[in-house]
């Protein structure tokens, strides 16, 4: 693609879906918000809420059993219950950390030292007990909390607040909250969500750096916080290299040939297989575990055995899939096989490799088809559960409705608990596929049909997923598409993303069906939070697939902080989706252009006869312990760096601060710095047209 066509596909992406269902904000069930089919009545809430009828009479019920007989105390206490229907009342509630009984009240006391004066807050928790400190309140939400996290047994049902706080203070250390930082806090009445309007305009390009020249599929950070990061190559091997610091001109140090662990004799190798996610254990440094999902034939290896995703439990019957691709059903297997570190406890950190004997098998399963498999492991940053992504197990349009037949485990997020090996009892109950137990808070609790693996569905090939560092329940996940629309969305529990019901917000309609239809109005479809359509990056409607990045969460480049970063694999693009209100789901997309640092430590190579570093294909992203986001292309790893480094402007850069350049800044200019400035112009004004763009919406 030459330059010229590249610029005039640069356009903004205003995602607006005409029939929202939200995948965030988070319930205090950990589920996704939505619109209820009947409005609310006792509770003040409408739009996006986290109550639904049944759930808003218990409230109604539980507040007319309380019995308060102060008019000014009751209306308060009524809208502390009812902030369970908000549709942040995760956030309010802070399921993340301990579970609380009562919201958290917002306190005057933080928006004093706000330089934000246009935001001032009630003290509402001063309210609160102003109010209700001397009223009796039979089987008080207040008490309730002091029993739950002190263990203080409470004598009598009913309650004042002067029972157990002595003072304002007290009451409110124990039930007040920030309201002006990260976190959210209940006035009584719906949470505004924080606008970001400022922030919205997109940086006007990224700098990259090249650090390394060759190409793997994951790269995950070590545990123990240092430097270090492992790779893994599609090939089979994994390698620990340390990361050079930022603005040093270092490269990558990985020794080749002396692996931390080389899989390729068990690794099956090709277009879709390989390695294809490592996670590192929670507590890898004390107890050195560590696990690799990859594909393997069990022609070629005798440990390559697993029952068939393609079953009778499926509607799915092997014999009638015939070969694909010269491939038996089943021939090819997902596995996920658990390793150790070659160090001793205490000590894990300082190993160097592995031991190359498989621990322990976590799950085996044999693939229908030889595409779409998915395959990233990651370990939950709140829970510690091992997460799976799976694909819908290929072949055009999902023919046997995988993804979404909820027996089934292809086109899924699983959700392993892998500290604790199931009993014989648990295994045969639940009839588990290995080596790992059930988290008691899976949703099949709840909807007897899941398999008790599953924690969301309707993926077609989940490919690069990732937690956000600084707010865990965003849990991201870029879905690739088939014809139309590429797709990124936020996982929560139990949410169904739609395939093959839909394709990304568009209804789908399969060209066949052995394995039977899902009917539209029997699920409940989370529409992506972000994404495009195929006409977007290929005029052609030739081919895109989306890879999933990261929110942006260092300051290397301050412009590009608290963006959710991700690319296309053909179309080279990248782009950043910028989230208004804050914790609201609502994102605004931009394509980004990009190019090399003019003192990158390996030069970048240039496409012919352009200005653009020639990356070739975009196979994934990671992030290092500094929270780096790293390009992992076909040809090599790539840094986000400093936007001055390649003469972008961000504003809220210290140019002047920042740490001389590395040796390389002595080099003779590089064809990137030469050709750079009739580029920028162009830059600029693209962005002009993007602030135009913006500015009408
Ligand atoms: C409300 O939600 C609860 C819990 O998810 C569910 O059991 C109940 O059936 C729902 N009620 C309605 C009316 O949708
Ligand atoms: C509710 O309170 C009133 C007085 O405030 C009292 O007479 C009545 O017995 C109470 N009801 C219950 C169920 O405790
Ligand atoms: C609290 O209520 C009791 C009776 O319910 C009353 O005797 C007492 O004076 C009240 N105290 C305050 C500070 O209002
Ligand atoms: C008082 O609380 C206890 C324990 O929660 C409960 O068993 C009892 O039924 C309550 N009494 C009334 C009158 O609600
Ligand atoms: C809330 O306010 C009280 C004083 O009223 C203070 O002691 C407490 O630290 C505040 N809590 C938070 C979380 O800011
Ligand atoms: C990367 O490749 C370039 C060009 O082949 C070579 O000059 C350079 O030494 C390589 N750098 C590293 C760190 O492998
Ligand atoms: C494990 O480490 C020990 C001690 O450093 C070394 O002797 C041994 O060769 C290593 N084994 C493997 C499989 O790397
Ligand atoms: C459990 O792990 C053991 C040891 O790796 C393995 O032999 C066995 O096949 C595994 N079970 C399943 C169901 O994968
Ligand atoms: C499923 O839907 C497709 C397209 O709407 C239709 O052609 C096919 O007959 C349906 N199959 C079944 C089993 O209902
Ligand atoms: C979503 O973001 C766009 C762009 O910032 C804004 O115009 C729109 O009002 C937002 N929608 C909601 C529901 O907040
Ligand atoms: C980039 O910026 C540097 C430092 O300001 C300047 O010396 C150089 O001429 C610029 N290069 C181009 C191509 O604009």
């Not at 240092?226 to 040093?248: C, N, Y």
């Amino acid at each position: 693609m030459g330059g010229v066509l590249f610029i005039i596909s640069l356009f903004c992406n205003l995602l607006l879906l005409q029939n929202p269902s939200f995948s965030y904000p988070l319930c205090t069930n950990s589920r996704a918000a939505f619109n209820p089919k009947t409005p609310l009545v006792f509770c003040p809430y409408s739009g996006t809420v986290c109550c639904n009828s049944t759930q808003e009479l218990s409230l109604q019920q539980q507040y007319v059993k309380m019995n308060i007989s102060d008019f000014g105390c009751a209306a308060l206490i009524k809208s502390v219950l009812c902030a369970r229907c908000d549709q942040l009342s995760g956030e309010l509630f802070r399921i993340d950390s301990v579970p609380r009984s009562v919201p958290v009240l917002c306190n005057s006391t933080v928006s004093a030292n706000s330089s934000q004066t246009s935001q001032s807050k009630i003290d509402y928790c001063a309210k609160v007990w102003e109010t209700c400190k001397n009223v009796s309140i039979m089987n008080s939400p207040f008490a309730a909390s002091l029993q739950s996290q002190a263990g203080v047994p409470i004598t009598s049902n009913f309650t004042k607040l002067t029972d157990f706080w002595q003072s304002k203070t007290d009451f409110c250390n124990a039930f007040g909250g920030a309201s002006l930082d990260e976190s959210a806090c209940s006035d009584g009445g719906p949470v505004t969500l924080t606008n970001t309007a400022g922030t919205l305009s997109p940086p006007n390009g990224m700098c990259l750096e090249k650090i390394g020249n060759d190409s793997y599929l994951d790269m995950v950070a070590h545990p123990d916080g240092s430097s270090r990061a492992f790779f893994s190559s599609q090939e089979g091997k994994i390698w620990l290299a340390t990361i050079p610091k930022d603005g040093s001109g270092g490269t990558l140090e990985l020794d080749e040939s002396n692996p931390f662990l080389d899989l390729t004799h068990e690794v099956h190798f090709d277009n879709e297989f390989g390695i294809m996610g490592i996670a590192f254990h929670p507590n890898f440094a004390q107890n050195g575990r560590f696990f690799a999902s990859f594909n393997c034939d069990k022609s070629q290896w005798p440990g390559c055995a697993g029952r068939c995703s393609c079953n009778s439990d499926v509607n799915c019957d092997p014999s009638k899939l015939g070969t694909d691709n010269g491939a038996l059903p089943c021939q090819y297997h997902s596995v996920i096989a658990e390793y150790t570190a070659n160090g001793t406890t205490s000590e894990f950190s300082l190993a160097t490799s592995a031991k190359p004997l498989e621990v322990r098998r976590i799950f085996t399963m044999g693939l229908p088809f030889t595409d779409h498999h998915g395959g990233q492991i990651l370990f939950g940053p709140s829970d510690g559960y091992l997460y799976f992504m799976t694909g819908d197990g290929g072949g055009t349009g999902d023919p046997y409705n995988f993804a979404q037949n909820k027996k089934s485990l292809l086109g899924k997020i699983m959700r392993l608990d892998i500290d604790n090996i199931p009993s014989s009892v648990e295994f045969s109950k639940l009839g588990l596929w290995g080596n790992y137990s059930i988290p008691k808070d899976n949703p099949y609790i709840e909807d007897k049909e899941l398999r008790p693996e599953i924690w969301a569905l309707g993926l077609r090939n989940p490919w690069r997923s990732s937690f956000d560092s600084e707010r865990p329940s965003y849990f991201m996940c870029a879905d690739i598409g088939q014809d139309r629309y590429e797709e990124v969305n936020i996982i929560t529990k139990d949410g169904n993303y739609g395939w093959r019901a839909y394709e990304g917000p568009y209804l789908f309609t399969p060209q066949q069906s052995p394995g039977g239809n899902t009917s539209i109005n029997s699920i409940s479809p989370i529409f992506p939070v972000m994404g495009y359509t195929h006409s977007d990056v290929n005029k052609n409607e030739g081919s895109a697939a989306i890879i999933g990045g990261y929110f942006y969460r260092s300051m290397t480049d301050p412009c590009m902080h608290g963006r959710y970063i991700y690319g296309d694999l053909y179309a080279g693009a990248i782009w950043a989706g910028t989230e208004n209100p804050e914790n609201s789901g609502n994102f605004t997309t931009s394509q980004i252009s990009f190019n090399c640092a003019r003192d990158s430590p390996i030069p970048c190579s240039f496409k012919p006869g352009s200005s653009l570093p020639a990356l070739e294909s975009i196979l994934s992203f990671g992030e290092d312990n500094n929270k780096d986001i790293f390009l992992l292309a076909s040809s090599g790893v790539y840094r986000i760096v400093r936007p001055s480094r390649c003469n972008y402007t961000c504003a809220k850069e210290n140019v002047t601060a920042v740490a001389a350049p590395g040796p390389a800044a002595s080099s003779p200019p590089s064809k990137a710095s030469q050709l750079s400035h009739p580029y920028k112009n162009l830059m600029l004004l693209v962005y002009s047209l993007l602030l135009l763009f913006l500015s009408f919406v």
